[in-house]
């Protein structure tokens, strides 16, 4: 088989880059490692940023979007038993939308099929070849047989365990890392949210958060223990702590349970000769600033327009940039991400406490303290260098 860009992942990067490429004309092929079903019930993160939507807009898969997804003109802080609200569009001007991840998955898949562009699910055994070539090739299985993508390009959207990344040689590659030492336990229940905007709640007794998947369907996180697992957090202790960390919770049969842990990490470059990187192969951020999710849509749209004026124009200047560009904004993200998982989350430590408080305050009560907040959540605009 021969394409021009060999995408290996089937999650919002590679199919975000698909329907792109499509759009400008240039062929594509995605490999996917797991089956169809498998990438469609994921659960992972919800909320999109105004430039993800216009993406997503821009792609033409935004039609169940706009009719099941909800939108959000701010968020809730709560602390000192207190919740201030922060008009996000009143400050920006940009609005958010909650929507699952994998419905999005869903609708792109959905798309990419429409529009008859190659995915290969349940392919094994990819490997990236000749990457410092300019005829790199995947080599994959498919049904037990051997297979092999020539491509003038691959995109590594392979997520954080994937292969891409490591084809990069080791002396190239900088990883850098940041953990946290605690854990998120993320639920989905049926039950309605009580609060209509995602609430933050910064409790002595840890973190917590209230977010949704429509109307009916709660989201909450709640922090624990990077020891704990999920016997250590029996149903009634689950709502005890929602409850007292939230202020207030509708409680009900919890749909789905998971632990996740807590980490920064950003692979620099993001290219290696004709291999490019995109979403959770390149950088992770942990879940607190809601980024990884329009990150990953970020990358694939300054990857796309690049690779679209490589094959339209050969214009290579964006391609060029493309790593360095698409790191800015990861590195915006991380700043945000950190800031505002050290200003909500027990560290157990009074110190970091009142500290945490002082930030609180200042984002609530201070213009330019909420405008900061807002302008980094809501996502600052799109442009072609960040
Ligand atoms: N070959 C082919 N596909 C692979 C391989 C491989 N060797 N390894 C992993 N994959 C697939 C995974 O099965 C997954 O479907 O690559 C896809 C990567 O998708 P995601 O992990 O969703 O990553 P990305 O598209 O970058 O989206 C980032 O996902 O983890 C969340 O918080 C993160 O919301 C963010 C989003
Ligand atoms: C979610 O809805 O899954 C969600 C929302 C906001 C966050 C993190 C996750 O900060």
């Given at each position: 088989?021969?394409?021009?860009v060999g995408i290996i992942g089937g999650g919002p990067a590679g199919l975000t880059l698909a329907?792109l490429?499509?759009?400008?004309?240039?062929?594509a092929?995605v490999l996917e490692a797991r089956?169809?079903?498998?990438v469609?019930?994921r659960?992972r993160a919800?909320?999109?940023?105004?430039?993800?939507?216009?993406?997503?807009?821009?792609?033409?898969?935004?039609?169940?979007?706009?009719?099941?997804?909800?939108?959000?003109?701010?968020?809730?802080?709560?602390?000192?038993?207190?919740?201030?609200?922060?008009?996000?569009?009143?400050?920006?001007?940009?609005?958010?939308?909650?929507?699952?991840q994998?419905?999005?998955v869903?609708?792109?898949?959905?798309?990419?099929?429409?529009?008859?562009?190659?995915?290969?699910?349940?392919a094994?055994?990819v490997a990236i070849?000749?990457i410092?070539?300019?005829?790199p090739?995947i080599?994959f299985?498919?049904?037990?047989?051997?297979?092999?993508?020539?491509c003038?390009f691959v995109a590594g959207c392979d997520g954080y365990h994937g292969v891409s990344r490591k084809s990069i040689p080791a002396?190239v590659r900088k990883e850098l890392e940041?953990?946290?030492?605690?854990?998120?336990?993320?639920?989905?229940?049926?039950?309605?949210?009580?609060?209509?905007?995602?609430?933050?709640?910064?409790?002595?007794?840890?973190?917590?958060?209230?977010?949704?998947?429509?109307?009916?369907?709660?989201?909450?996180?709640?922090?624990?223990?990077?020891?704990?697992?999920?016997?250590?957090?029996?149903?009634?202790?689950?709502?005890?702590?929602?409850?007292?960390?939230?202020?207030?919770?509708?409680?009900?049969?919890?749909?789905?349970?998971?632990?996740?842990?807590?980490r920064s990490f950003v692979s620099e470059p993001m290219q290696y000769r004709r291999l490019f990187l995109a979403g959770d192969a390149a950088h992770v951020v942990?879940?607190?600033?809601?980024k990884g999710l329009n990150l990953a849509i970020n990358d694939a749209r300054l990857l796309g327009?690049a690779l679209?004026?490589?094959?339209?124009?050969?214009?290579?200047?964006?391609?060029?940039?493309y790593s360095?560009v698409a790191l800015?904004r990861v590195w915006?993200a991380q700043?945000?991400?950190?800031?505002?998982?050290?200003?909500?989350?027990?560290?157990?430590?009074?110190?970091?406490?009142?500290?945490?408080?002082?930030?609180?305050?200042?984002?609530?009560?201070?213009?330019?303290?909420?405008?900061?907040?807002?302008?980094?959540?809501?996502?600052?605009?799109?442009?072609?260098?960040?």
């Amino acid at each position: 088989m021969r394409t021009a860009v060999g995408i290996i992942g089937g999650g919002p990067a590679g199919l975000t880059l698909a329907l792109l490429l499509h759009e400008a004309g240039v062929e594509a092929v995605v490999l996917e490692a797991r089956s169809r079903q498998y990438v469609e019930r994921r659960v992972r993160a919800g909320l999109l940023e105004q430039n993800t939507i216009d993406v997503l807009e821009k792609i033409g898969v935004d039609s169940r979007m706009h009719r099941e997804g909800v939108e959000h003109s701010g968020i809730s802080l709560r602390f000192a038993e207190q919740v201030h609200h922060l008009n996000v569009m009143e400050l920006t001007g940009r609005r958010m939308m909650i929507y699952g991840q994998q419905e999005i998955v869903k609708d792109e898949i959905a798309a990419v099929l429409e529009r008859d562009i190659p995915i290969f699910f349940e392919a094994s055994e990819v490997a990236i070849h000749d990457i410092d070539s300019d005829h790199p090739s995947i080599s994959f299985t498919r049904d037990g047989e051997a297979e092999r993508l020539d491509c003038d390009f691959v995109a590594g959207c392979d997520g954080y365990h994937g292969v891409s990344r490591k084809s990069i040689p080791a002396g190239v590659r900088k990883e850098l890392e940041h953990a946290y030492p605690f854990s998120w336990l993320g639920l989905l229940a049926a039950a309605p949210p009580l609060s209509k905007e995602n609430l933050y709640a910064q409790h002595e007794a840890g973190f917590a958060l209230q977010s949704m998947r429509g109307h009916e369907v709660s989201r909450l996180y709640l922090q624990v223990s990077d020891r704990d697992s999920l016997d250590e957090w029996p149903e009634e202790r689950i709502w005890e702590q929602l409850g007292l960390r939230l202020g207030r919770v509708n409680e009900g049969p919890i749909i789905e349970r998971s632990i996740t842990t807590m980490r920064s990490f950003v692979s620099e470059p993001m290219q290696y000769r004709r291999l490019f990187l995109a979403g959770d192969a390149a950088h992770v951020v942990p879940p607190t600033g809601a980024k990884g999710l329009n990150l990953a849509i970020n990358d694939a749209r300054l990857l796309g327009a690049a690779l679209a004026s490589h094959q339209r124009d050969g214009d290579d200047r964006a391609l060029a940039d493309y790593s360095s560009v698409a790191l800015r904004r990861v590195w915006r993200a991380q700043e945000f991400s950190k800031y505002m998982t050290e200003m909500l989350h027990d560290y157990g430590d009074d110190f970091q406490q009142r500290v945490q408080r002082a930030r609180l305050e200042y984002a609530t009560s201070h213009e330019a303290g909420a405008k900061t907040l807002a302008e980094n959540y809501v996502g600052l605009p799109a442009s072609a260098d960040f």
